[in-house]
C-alpha cells in the first residue's frame, strides 16, 4: 500500500450501546477511528420483568411503550462523540435482574 492509499483510507466509523447492573447504565460509546454525530437512537426491549423506574440524561429523551424503551436525542440538542469517547444517556430500573436486547440506529432509520 503506497502513502497515497494509506492517507484515503476512509475512517471507521463505529457507535455501540452499552450496559451494566440492575439498575441497567445507558450509554454511547464511540469505538471507532472518526469523530460521530450522535444522530442516534437507542433501543431497549425486555421481557418477563417490570419496570420500576427510568430516565433520560441530560440532552437525551425517553419514550416508554410497553416493554420496551427508546432513547433519542432531545430537540436541538446535538452532541459530538470523539474515538473511544462515552457519553452516559439514561438508565432503567427493573424489578429484578433483567436482560435487556439493545438497538442502536441512525435517526433517520429509527424503528420508531
Do not use: C
Not at 22 to 43: F, K, M, R
Not at 75 to 83: F, N, Y
Amino acid at each position: 500500500m503506497t502513502k497515497d492509499q494509506k492517507r484515503r483510507r476512509i475512517p471507521i466509523h463505529e457507535l455501540i450501546g452499552a450496559n451494566s447492573e440492575n439498575p441497567i447504565d445507558l450509554s454511547i460509546v464511540n469505538t471507532g477511528e472518526a469523530d460521530e454525530q450522535l444522530d442516534v437512537v437507542v433501543t431497549a426491549t425486555w421481557k418477563n420483568t417490570a419496570l420500576m423506574s427510568l430516565d433520560a440524561l441530560t440532552g437525551w429523551v425517553v419514550d416508554l411503550n410497553r416493554e420496551r424503551a427508546v432513547f433519542a436525542p432531545a430537540p436541538g440538542h446535538r452532541t459530538r462523540l470523539a474515538p473511544g469517547e462515552k457519553r452516559k444517556i439514561g438508565w432503567l430500573r427493573y424489578e429484578q435482574p433483567a436482560t435487556l436486547q439493545l438497538e442502536l440506529a441512525r435517526k433517520d432509520e429509527s424503528p420508531l
